[in-house]
Protein backbone atom coordinates (compact mmCIF):
# COMPACT_ATOMS: atom_id res chain seq x y z
CA UNK A 1 0.00 0.00 0.00
CA UNK A 2 1.15 3.65 -1.28
CA UNK A 3 2.30 5.40 2.37
CA UNK A 4 3.04 9.21 2.69
CA UNK A 5 4.13 10.64 5.95
CA UNK A 6 4.69 14.12 7.10
CA UNK A 7 6.47 15.75 9.69
CA UNK A 8 5.86 17.66 12.03
CA UNK A 9 1.87 16.90 12.73
CA UNK A 10 2.08 20.66 13.80
CA UNK A 11 4.03 23.65 14.31
CA UNK A 12 3.87 27.27 16.06
CA UNK A 13 6.11 29.46 14.40
CA UNK A 14 6.43 34.02 15.16
CA UNK A 15 5.81 35.68 12.27
CA UNK A 16 9.53 36.24 10.03
CA UNK A 17 10.70 32.56 11.11
CA UNK A 18 11.78 29.66 8.74
CA UNK A 19 10.17 26.65 8.62
CA UNK A 20 11.19 23.51 7.00
CA UNK A 21 8.40 20.77 6.48
CA UNK A 22 8.82 16.77 5.98
CA UNK A 23 7.38 14.55 3.40
CA UNK A 24 8.64 11.06 2.91
CA UNK A 25 6.90 8.41 1.03
CA UNK A 26 6.63 4.60 -0.07
CA UNK A 27 5.18 4.14 -3.17
CA UNK A 28 4.56 2.04 -6.20
CA UNK A 29 5.24 3.62 -10.14
CA UNK A 30 6.02 6.88 -8.47
CA UNK A 31 4.82 9.56 -11.06
CA UNK A 32 4.80 13.10 -8.92
CA UNK A 33 5.19 14.55 -5.79
CA UNK A 34 2.70 17.65 -5.00
CA UNK A 35 2.56 20.18 -2.10
CA UNK A 36 -0.67 21.38 -1.40
CA UNK A 37 -1.74 24.31 1.20
CA UNK A 38 -4.98 23.87 2.54
CA UNK A 39 -6.84 26.75 4.65
CA UNK A 40 -10.80 26.45 4.98
CA UNK A 41 -11.98 24.53 1.85
CA UNK A 42 -10.29 22.78 -1.21
CA UNK A 43 -6.56 21.95 -1.06
CA UNK A 44 -4.72 24.84 -3.32
CA UNK A 45 -1.82 23.98 -5.56
CA UNK A 46 1.87 24.78 -4.06
CA UNK A 47 4.82 22.27 -6.21
CA UNK A 48 4.44 19.86 -8.52
CA UNK A 49 8.36 17.78 -8.66
CA UNK A 50 9.00 14.67 -10.36
CA UNK A 51 13.05 15.37 -10.75
CA UNK A 52 15.88 14.94 -8.14
CA UNK A 53 17.50 17.88 -6.64
CA UNK A 54 15.67 20.58 -8.78
CA UNK A 55 14.69 23.42 -6.12
CA UNK A 56 11.09 24.75 -6.84
CA UNK A 57 11.05 28.59 -5.74
CA UNK A 58 7.33 30.77 -5.53
CA UNK A 59 8.11 33.91 -3.63
CA UNK A 60 8.89 32.86 0.10
CA UNK A 61 8.32 29.35 -0.61
CA UNK A 62 10.68 26.50 -2.11
CA UNK A 63 10.71 22.92 -2.05
CA UNK A 64 13.01 20.13 -3.32
CA UNK A 65 12.96 16.50 -3.86
CA UNK A 66 15.31 13.61 -3.30
CA UNK A 67 13.76 10.52 -5.11
CA UNK A 68 16.66 8.27 -3.70
CA UNK A 69 15.72 8.82 0.03
CA UNK A 70 12.10 9.26 -1.30
CA UNK A 71 11.89 12.36 0.59
CA UNK A 72 10.40 16.23 -0.02
CA UNK A 73 10.90 19.56 2.11
CA UNK A 74 8.48 22.32 1.74
CA UNK A 75 10.49 25.53 3.26
CA UNK A 76 8.24 28.64 4.02
CA UNK A 77 11.30 31.72 4.71
CA UNK A 78 9.89 35.42 6.59
CA UNK A 79 6.55 33.45 7.52
CA UNK A 80 3.65 35.78 7.73
CA UNK A 81 0.27 35.18 9.64
CA UNK A 82 -1.21 34.46 6.22
CA UNK A 83 1.10 31.36 5.74
CA UNK A 84 -1.37 29.61 8.75
CA UNK A 85 -2.59 26.47 6.91
CA UNK A 86 -2.44 22.97 6.71
CA UNK A 87 -0.20 21.95 4.25
CA UNK A 88 -0.33 18.58 2.49
CA UNK A 89 1.90 16.30 0.46
CA UNK A 90 0.95 14.06 -1.83
CA UNK A 91 2.38 11.57 -3.90
CA UNK A 92 1.04 10.32 -7.84
CA UNK A 93 1.61 6.94 -8.62
CA UNK A 94 0.73 4.79 -11.70
CA UNK A 95 -1.64 2.08 -11.39
CA UNK A 96 -3.65 -1.06 -13.38
CA UNK A 97 -6.36 1.38 -13.50
CA UNK A 98 -4.56 4.78 -14.04
CA UNK A 99 -3.07 7.29 -11.56
CA UNK A 100 -3.79 8.47 -8.14
CA UNK A 101 -2.63 10.85 -5.46
CA UNK A 102 -2.05 9.62 -1.74
CA UNK A 103 -2.23 12.12 0.57
CA UNK A 104 -0.17 12.62 4.12
CA UNK A 105 -1.98 13.64 7.27
CA UNK A 106 -1.11 17.25 6.36
CA UNK A 107 1.56 19.57 9.09
CA UNK A 108 -1.03 22.30 10.72
CA UNK A 109 1.29 25.25 10.60
CA UNK A 110 0.07 28.54 12.54
CA UNK A 111 2.26 31.65 12.70
CA UNK A 112 1.99 34.31 15.51
CA UNK A 113 2.61 37.59 15.54
CA UNK B 1 -14.56 29.88 -16.33
CA UNK B 2 -13.66 26.32 -16.32
CA UNK B 3 -13.62 24.91 -13.19
CA UNK B 4 -15.20 21.66 -10.63
CA UNK B 5 -18.23 21.99 -8.86
CA UNK B 6 -19.35 20.37 -6.05
CA UNK B 7 -22.80 20.90 -4.68
CA UNK B 8 -24.37 21.31 -2.41
CA UNK B 9 -21.59 22.73 -0.15
CA UNK B 10 -23.52 21.66 2.98
CA UNK B 11 -25.67 18.41 3.31
CA UNK B 12 -27.49 17.03 6.38
CA UNK B 13 -29.02 13.73 6.20
CA UNK B 14 -30.28 11.30 8.99
CA UNK B 15 -28.84 7.64 9.71
CA UNK B 16 -29.62 5.32 7.55
CA UNK B 17 -30.62 7.29 4.69
CA UNK B 18 -28.27 6.92 1.20
CA UNK B 19 -27.28 10.65 -0.12
CA UNK B 20 -25.82 11.65 -3.50
CA UNK B 21 -23.00 14.02 -4.14
CA UNK B 22 -22.54 15.75 -7.06
CA UNK B 23 -19.70 16.77 -8.90
CA UNK B 24 -19.08 18.24 -12.12
CA UNK B 25 -16.32 19.46 -14.60
CA UNK B 26 -15.82 21.60 -17.80
CA UNK B 27 -12.24 21.16 -18.09
CA UNK B 28 -12.40 18.45 -20.27
CA UNK B 29 -10.29 16.28 -17.84
CA UNK B 30 -10.67 12.54 -18.21
CA UNK B 31 -9.91 11.11 -14.60
CA UNK B 32 -12.19 12.33 -11.71
CA UNK B 33 -11.34 11.90 -7.99
CA UNK B 34 -13.38 11.79 -4.54
CA UNK B 35 -11.55 11.77 -1.70
CA UNK B 36 -13.05 12.42 2.02
CA UNK B 37 -11.53 13.91 4.79
CA UNK B 38 -12.02 13.99 8.12
CA UNK B 39 -10.73 16.58 11.25
CA UNK B 40 -6.93 16.61 11.59
CA UNK B 41 -6.32 14.28 8.79
CA UNK B 42 -5.11 14.29 5.02
CA UNK B 43 -7.32 13.48 2.13
CA UNK B 44 -8.29 9.35 1.86
CA UNK B 45 -9.19 7.98 -1.84
CA UNK B 46 -12.80 6.80 -2.41
CA UNK B 47 -12.98 6.17 -5.70
CA UNK B 48 -11.44 7.15 -9.23
CA UNK B 49 -12.04 6.99 -12.64
CA UNK B 50 -10.05 7.07 -15.57
CA UNK B 51 -12.68 6.83 -18.77
CA UNK B 52 -16.45 6.89 -18.88
CA UNK B 53 -18.21 3.62 -17.53
CA UNK B 54 -15.23 2.57 -15.97
CA UNK B 55 -14.34 3.40 -12.19
CA UNK B 56 -11.47 2.00 -9.74
CA UNK B 57 -12.12 1.40 -6.04
CA UNK B 58 -9.63 3.58 -3.61
CA UNK B 59 -8.14 3.21 0.09
CA UNK B 60 -11.84 3.34 1.44
CA UNK B 61 -14.37 2.68 -0.92
CA UNK B 62 -16.50 0.22 1.57
CA UNK B 63 -20.16 2.43 2.33
CA UNK B 64 -19.88 3.97 -1.18
CA UNK B 65 -20.94 3.66 -4.37
CA UNK B 66 -20.08 5.98 -8.31
CA UNK B 67 -20.91 6.13 -11.64
CA UNK B 68 -19.01 7.40 -14.73
CA UNK B 69 -21.99 7.91 -17.13
CA UNK B 70 -20.87 11.12 -18.83
CA UNK B 71 -16.84 12.49 -18.73
CA UNK B 72 -18.14 15.67 -16.63
CA UNK B 73 -19.83 14.41 -14.23
CA UNK B 74 -18.67 11.89 -11.08
CA UNK B 75 -21.67 11.34 -8.45
CA UNK B 76 -20.96 10.18 -5.09
CA UNK B 77 -23.60 7.88 -3.36
CA UNK B 78 -23.15 7.51 0.35
CA UNK B 79 -25.30 4.53 1.57
CA UNK B 80 -26.36 3.61 4.78
CA UNK B 81 -23.81 0.53 5.11
CA UNK B 82 -20.85 3.45 5.90
CA UNK B 83 -20.28 3.67 9.71
CA UNK B 84 -19.31 6.81 9.81
CA UNK B 85 -20.47 8.99 7.08
CA UNK B 86 -20.02 12.46 8.19
CA UNK B 87 -17.07 13.91 7.07
CA UNK B 88 -15.58 17.10 4.28
CA UNK B 89 -15.61 15.46 0.85
CA UNK B 90 -13.40 16.38 -1.94
CA UNK B 91 -14.01 15.79 -5.43
CA UNK B 92 -11.02 16.32 -8.29
CA UNK B 93 -10.19 16.23 -11.45
CA UNK B 94 -6.65 15.28 -13.80
CA UNK B 95 -6.37 15.69 -17.51
CA UNK B 96 -4.82 12.61 -19.13
CA UNK B 97 -1.57 14.80 -20.41
CA UNK B 98 -0.88 17.06 -17.71
CA UNK B 99 0.44 16.67 -14.12
CA UNK B 100 -1.64 19.39 -12.31
CA UNK B 101 -5.44 18.29 -10.54
CA UNK B 102 -7.81 20.30 -10.25
CA UNK B 103 -10.32 20.06 -7.09
CA UNK B 104 -13.74 21.44 -6.15
CA UNK B 105 -14.91 23.28 -3.52
CA UNK B 106 -16.15 20.10 -1.59
CA UNK B 107 -19.28 19.34 0.14
CA UNK B 108 -19.56 18.83 4.22
CA UNK B 109 -21.95 15.91 4.82
CA UNK B 110 -23.42 15.70 8.45
CA UNK B 111 -25.14 12.75 9.53
CA UNK B 112 -27.54 13.19 12.38
Known amino acids: EDKVVQSPLSLVVHEGDTVTLNCSYE??????LLWYKQEKKAPTFLFMLTSSGIEKKSGRLSSILDKKELFSILNITATQTGDSAVYLC?????????????FGTGTQLKVEL | DGGITQSPKYLFRKEGQNVTLSCEQNLNHDAMYWYRQDPGQGLRLIYYSQIVNDFQKGDIAEGYSVSREKKESFPLTVTSAQKNPTAFYLC???????????FGSGTRLTVV
Open chain 1, 90 to 102: AVEAETGGGNKLT
Open chain 2, 92 to 102: ASKARTTYGYT
Open chain 1, 27 to 32: VTNFRS
